[in-house]
Every structure is written in C-alpha cells, then in structure tokens.
C-alpha cells in the first residue's frame, strides 16, 4: 500500500523512517483532501444540473441558513484542519530536535557548492558521505548568499543562512545515493549546485573516516574522475584536475570548450580575451592566476561577474596545479575518438 | 431582462463614453468608470506581458539543459514574470478595474470620495511600470520576485529599478484603498444600511484595509533593500552586519496579506456572478461578508509559514501553522454558502458563471493543498519546489485570472453597452481552465518528486511532467487570444447589450449600458438588500429625483 501510494504520488524513495511517517501523513492528508474537494465541487456542479434554469422568468425561494449550517460550515473543517496539524507539527518537531548521540557534519555552503567538513578533519566538495543507521547532525552556515539543504529522499530541507548556523539531522536506512539539491535561488549557478547523499554501510563508513584522517587515500569525488588510476603525487596536471574538481571550478567552467557559466577552459592558455571593459589581456599563468584571487578585476566580456574570490583559500602550490592543468587542456593535443567523450592528454611539463 | 425604472428616464443622454470626446478628456478624467476603463487597458498590457515572459519560461523547461536562453537570462524572465504578473496585473487589476467602475455604483454614489487622487493613483501605475519596464530593458533582475537577501542586495544586476517601481505602484495601492475605505463609509446613499452592501463591496473593503494597512511594510522593506544594494549599508547582508532573515519577516509580512489583496477582490466577483447566475441571494449573507474581514484580519498573522525550513523556531513555527489554519477556515465558509447558494436557484449556465465554476475548482483542490502545506511536516519537503509553484498558480494566478475573465464577461455588457459572442467566449473560457490545470497538476507531482522551483537545467526524471505542463501552457495562451479577440471584435459589431442583460438584481444593473456620466440623475433610495429574486420582484433599488 505504501509502495503504491508512493508510486501514484511520484514521491522519491523513503531514505528515512521519518519520510515513511511524512509519507503516511501525506497519504491521508492528500486522500481526505481530495475527497472533501471532490465532494464539495461534485456538489457544486450537480446543483448546477439540478437546478438549471429552465425559462426566462423563473423566480427563486427565499433561502436564509440555520444557525446548525454555519456551525458545521465551520466546525467540520476545523476538526479535519487541526487533526492534520495534530499530526504534521510533532514530525516537524521530531526533524528540528537532533538526538544526543549524533555525529556531527559541517556544511558550508557557497556558490555553487557543497563543502562537507567531518569531525577529525577530513572534508569533501558535493558528495556527503554517511553512515547507515546512525544519525547525522548537519551543522549548516553559507559563505555567501542563503542556500537550502534539500534531500528529497530524507523528505528533509533546511536553510543555509549566511551568518549563522542551522541544524538538521536524519538517520538513513539502508546503503544507497541520493540527490542534494539547493533550493534556495542563488543565482546563474543555483541548478547546477546538486550534490550526493551517499550513504554507506557503518563499518565500511568508519573505514573510509579511519582512512580519511590519515590521509591516504585522495578524495576523488566531483567528477570529472579520471579514467585509470594514476599516482597523483607524480603528475602536477592530475593534480591540478583533481583539486579543480574539489574547489568545484567546474560547475562554472567546462574543459571541452561548451560555454558555461565561466570561460571553457579549453584552449584558454594563451587566448587573446576580450575584457569587459573593452581591453584585451593574454590568459597567461599571471593572468590566470590572478583570476583566481580576484575574479572581479578582469572579467572576460560576455561573463556575469558573479565568480567568488578564492584569496587565502588556495595555498599557492595548488593553484599552481590547477593553472598547470588549464595549460594541459589544449585542443591539438586532444584525441577524441568519435564513439566516446574526449579524451585529455596532458602535455609533458618542463 | 426589461429595463428597471430607473434606466428609462436617462436612456437617451449621452454616456460615459460619449459625454466627452478626446484624449485630453480621457487624461484628465475624474470619472471613476473612465478610470476603471484605463486601468482595464493597462493591466490587459501587463497580464500580456507577464504570459508572454511565461511562456518563454516553460519553453525553456522544455528540455532539462539549455532550450533557448542562458540561465542569467532565465533568472531574469521568472524574475519579471513575477513582479509583472504580481505587482502589475494582481494587485491592482480587479479593484482598479471593477472597483473603480462598480463601487461607487452599487453604493448609488456619484464617484468615489477623492477622485483626482483616483486620477492619481493612474499615473502612479503608469509611473512605477515606467521605471520598471527601464529596469527590465537595462538588465532587469535576477532575484526572484520575492528580492531575498543578501542576493537582492548583492547581485550585478539592476535591482534598484525594480525596487523602486514596485515602491510607486504600492504606493498608488495605498491611495486606492484609502480612497474605497472612505467611499464606503462616507458616500453609501439612503438607506444603504452596512448589511444592504453588495458583497463585492464588503470583499473590496476588506481588500482595501489590507493595502492601507500592509504596503507601507512593503515600501519600508524595498526601500532598505535599494539602499543596501544602491549604497551598501549593512541591514540585511551579514557580510556587513545585517541579518538576512529579518529581510524575510518584513517581506512577508506584506507578501502574504498581499496574497489576499489579490484573492478577496476574485472572491467578491464570485459573490456576485453567482447571486445573478443563480438568481438567488447569498445564503448565508453575513458569514461571506465577515469572512472577507475574517481573512485579512487573520492573514496578518500567518506570514511566518514561509519561513518554516528557515531556521525559525519550532514554537513560531507551530503558531503560524494554526494561524494558517484559520485562513482556510475563512475560505470554506465561503466555498459552502457559495455552493449552498446554487441549491433551488434558476441557473444560467453562461460565460461568466463556466470561469466562476473554474475558480472554485481552482480554489477549492488548490485551498486543500494549501492546508497540506500549513501541516508544518509536509511543507519541509514540498518549500521551495513546484508543489509550492503549483499551489499559488493554483490558488492565486488561476484564482485572480478565473475572477479577472468572470468579471470582464459579466460586467462587459454594462461597461461598454455591447454583448459579446457567447461560442468564442465559452470555447476561450473552457481553454484557459483546462490548459491551467494541464500546466498545474503536473507541477504538483513535479514537487512531489522533488524539483526545485527556480532551476535552469534539470534531472532528466523530471522531464515528461516538464513537457506536459509546457504543453498545457500553451492551451492557456489559446484561450487567451480567443477571449482577447472575441472581446474587442464585440465592441464594434457585438448587439446593443440593453441595460440587464443578466436579469440581475445588484444595484449597478439599474444603470443604463453604458452608465450615464453622472451615474444617477438623482439620489437613489435603497429599501432593501440586493440580489432579491423572490415574487413579487422589487426593483433593486428606487431612484428619487433629489431637489
């Protein structure tokens, strides 16, 4: 039954107990709603048949209501409005009252991104990993604009409020991915701000934390990944593609030269730009840089000025990276066999 | 269907229309009905507009990537989709048009109390959607209609404009409520007791109080926004020191009476369309009326229901859930003494009672889901996604618009002396209702699987329901067109309406069609209440030549 109503419903999947409550909320609110509604205009229109007119001067009767009308008139929706309310408020309670036992995540979010900060250090752009069965407390704020937390899986939303910290929590059921959506308009970028949900059996959850704090294993969760496995500590462009992918550079700009929100950044390197106040600038390693540190400075023209400034948030060392990996990214050296994507081939650094 | 009395001792003098000739006289009236006129041209325009920036909308929707424009320019068209729809057609459609025509008629009055501040409130219009419209060509806004902050304070594009217009069409929003407010205290004729007062006035009335009492907020709040964005004073972005959600609590605070100012004048043409179409008075006369002051007294208190995924607390949360409530409870009261006023009536199924019948349906399925979304659990998941879109298009677009065509219908014949066909007027009618719902009811399942109102590009899983409401869309702009047509083809080859075509007892019908300038030549005498079908037939009101 549950299944079905879900499914007539178009509801996502229930990653929750508490959406499985909600879910039975939204059942009979949306049975007895629609019920009453169609009651009430089935009425409505069989008095339109029944009592139609049938010549020109037809007069009517005089009909005033008994003081037992207005009473159920009122009365009747009051009882079914406040049974709702009844049991729709103490679930709303539930959601806003985290349990003492549970693990803390700090979410920050930003245009057009999510950082997830774990106790103990490690942190991850877009992807928020999770145990199943144990509850997670999300410790929210935003770096700029408000955002909204939106699992649709958790039937769970919260706003992400500059200046200030929100809370929310859940206890997912069972191992699966879900989608993270902003709800919150943000701006160019505010659809393509998604993330993932992905929810992890608890030892192999404890595992990845365990592995995470020592810091071996590299965080590779925005795509793009790269294909085969390849020592990051060797090769300064993976690098550079990799932390790209953390600092979510690609939800603004693309690597295959369709426009975005951002310039491509294919065959950006040593492109004349035309500037938006009229003025050309060679995208050297000085101009590039400094884009990163101060995107308002020179924007291309055709560009909102809407990139965040990234000062003192990259050490130098990894922008040196992800600069090397814009240099790579160059369209005669690209071999792109018809049948699959494009293929990057990094050029041999000096 | 014969004339009253009244009507035949004036048929033969020039009307409204006539009385005057040139484009001076039509910019310099005082005339309340001339008014009425020009805002009906004026907000025609703006409801234009607004579909035509929908439409574009859904055509984007139309794939889940990249259709037609980029996502700056799409944030730009639902932003202006919604200011123009909002603070352009909305608010001041019904009581600029019909208020403006019918209120001092039904009342017997001459004009309303102040009418070169009626003239006013004209350029006031023409005056915000001026700096408006400059704003939408230099760049428009991208923030939504709802200006949240620190977006609206921070973002590039030209907000301020915008701002500002919405300010001077507030402001003339004001002006016009005052101006019912002391019409209908102070000029009501002889014997036109508070309990003889059509129910489009008592709705009207009630819609009044709510702009005198909750736009001067609004302006407050647009005004520290332009300021924050203009000068960078530090009031709602915490950046600089102000607190974001403050900025919501104002909003709101006027946003949501707002809604009402949009829906109580839709329902005061419902009270009056069915008493004639019925041939029958309220039942339940007095609980309409109180209820119209049932809901914008209550619909001052509810505006925290948009902030339950906020971070407000669990308590307000709770308070404004019930408050919510309450406003639902208003609205049934009417939907049943509406209904009950069907039953033994002589119903004439004719244009403007199909758009009346279409409003219930929309405010009816629409009210349900706004009682889900007031049952605070099921709102965390549905806030921010297209249920929420789909529940006020619902609720207030399809509402407003219902109303807007149930009105213009039925009080066509009275304002310009001509009928209309009945075919087109029903094929037009029938297109928009049932293209509203095709373009609806799939929002509501789109927010039930989850999807973000405001996005650009989209998950492929949504885009059937993305399709099929496109589509739907584009039945609505059908019906449009047919209704647009047929309306002006009738004002130069429609038949002579005659003063009643309706076989309507409110007081207005006891003009001729259309009205003399002076509205009455005398004073008219009211002996009782309107809407009276019984045998034997009163005249709905006396006319008394005063001395």
Redesign the interface.
Known sequence: MNELLRQL????EQGTAYARS?DQ??YF??LT??I??AA??T???A??IV????H?A????????KPI??VL??GV??VL??T??A???P???E???PPKDAMDVYVQGKKWMWKFAYPGGPNSTDVLRVPAGRPVRLLMTSR???H?F?V??F?????V????Y?QTWFRATAPGRH?L????????????M?GEVVVMPAAEFDAWLADQRRGVVAAQDSAPVPSEDIDVRTSLVEQGRRLAAEYGCFKCHTVDGTQH?GPSWLDLYERRERLDGGKTVVADEGYLTRSIMDPRADVVAGF???MPTFQGRIPAPEVAAIVEFMKSLRTDVVRAPPSQGPVYVPVPSK | ?SPSPASEAVYNRPNYLTADRGVRSWLTTRDHKRIGVMFLVLTAAALALGGFFALLIRIELLTPGPTIMD??TY?RMFTLHGVVMIFLFMIPAIPGIFGNFFLPLMIGAQDVAFPRINLATVYLYLLGAAIAVYGMVHGGA???WTF?T??ST???TKVAPILLGAFVLGLGSILTGINFIVTTHTLRAPGLTWHRLPLFVWAIYATSVIQVLATPVLGMTLLLVTVENVFGFGIF???RGG???LFQHLFWFYSHPAVYIMVLPAMAVVSEVIQTF????M??YK?VAYSSLGIAFVGFFVWGHHL????QS?FD??VF??LS?FV??FT??K???W??T????????SAPFVYI?GF??YL??G???G??L?????D??W???YFVVAHFHFVMAAGTVMAFLAALHYWWPKMFGKTYAERPALVGGFLVIFGFAATFVPQF??G???M????????ERFWP?NVASTAGASLVAIGFLIVLVNLVVSLAWGRVAGPNPW?SKGYEWNTPSPPDKENFPGTPVFTHGPH????P?PAAAEVTHAA
């Not at chain 2, 019925?278 to 008075?281: I, Q, S």
Request: with cysteine; hydrophobic share 45%; aromatic share 14%.
């Open positions: 419903l178009f509801l996502p909600v909320l939204h609110i949306v709603t629609m009453g509604a009430v205009f009425t409505l229109v008095f339109v009592y139609r007119r049938r020109a037809q007069t009517t009767p005089h009909v005033e209501p009308h207005e008139f009122v929706p009051l409005f406040l709702w309310f049991i729709g408020f679930q709303y309670v959601l806003q009252t700029d604009v408000i909204s939106y649709p899986a039937r769970l939303k919260q706003d409020v500059p200046g200030r929100t989608q959506f902003c709800a919150e308009f943000c701006g160019t970028g505010h659809s393509a998604l929100i909102q000025p809407v | 269907m996502a700056m944030n991208d923030t939504g949240y620190p977006y921070t973002t590039t972005d915490p950046a607190d974001p959600i019925a041939r029958k008075n039942f339940g609980a339950f995924t906020s971070g669990a949360s709770g859930g019930v409530m639902g409870l049934a009261v939907v049943f003494n209904t009950a069907l039953y033994k009536g002589a119903i004439q199924v019948v219930l349906f009816v399925f009210g349900m889901t009682i889900a007031a049952t605070v659990s099921l965390v998941h806030q921010d996604t399942l789109l039930n699987m989850g973000p109102r405001r996005y650009y590009s989209y998950p329901l076989g009276e079908y019984q045998e037939v």
